[in-house]
């Protein structure tokens, strides 16, 4: 089965790369997993950045210490199994092995959150000039 963003998934990626995007509309014809983008997952302000920062969903405050978000050079996905949202650690995993494949295809360089040292964001990607 090949899978779709949905519209919801397509407004929430406006304001980031047109890399990225075609990373992640490549890697969702690949990917045996459905996924979306969250609402907050594409390009944030820095009042939203500093909002997630606050509610402790993320390590960057928006201010001294920015967000690739912030610049619409990263993304966050989320599994779609089931009729519902997933972050299982198997469903990212899955489908952080397709983006980072179709990156490796349209040959841009893509890190993945959850191949750092320390904190591990599975579901953040991105992209650098």
């Known amino acids: 089965?090949?899978?779709?963003?949905?519209?919801?998934?397509?407004?929430?990626?406006?304001?980031?790369d047109d890399r990225l995007i075609d990373i992640v509309?490549?890697?969702i014809t690949i990917s045996p997993i459905d996924f979306g983008i969250p609402s907050s997952g594409g390009f944030r302000t820095t009042e939203e950045q500093a909002k997630l920062y606050t509610a402790g969903k993320s390590k960057c405050d928006g201010r001294n210490n920015k967000s690739y978000?912030?610049?619409?050079?990263?993304?966050?996905?989320?599994?779609?199994v089931d009729g519902k949202a997933s972050w299982d650690t198997l469903h990212l995993t899955t489908i952080a092995t397709c983006l980072l494949q179709a990156s490796s295809q349209l040959g841009h360089e893509l890190?993945?959150?959850?191949?750092?040292r320390g904190f591990k964001d599975l579901p953040h990607f991105q992209i650098r000039d």
Do not use: C, R
């Open 1 to 16: 089965m090949t899978f779709q963003l949905g519209k919801n998934s397509m407004k929430n990626m406006e304001g980031i």
């Open 25 to 27: 509309e490549l890697a």
């Open 69 to 80: 978000h912030q610049t619409g050079k990263a993304v966050d996905v989320f599994g779609y």
């Open 111 to 116: 890190q993945w959150g959850g191949l750092w």
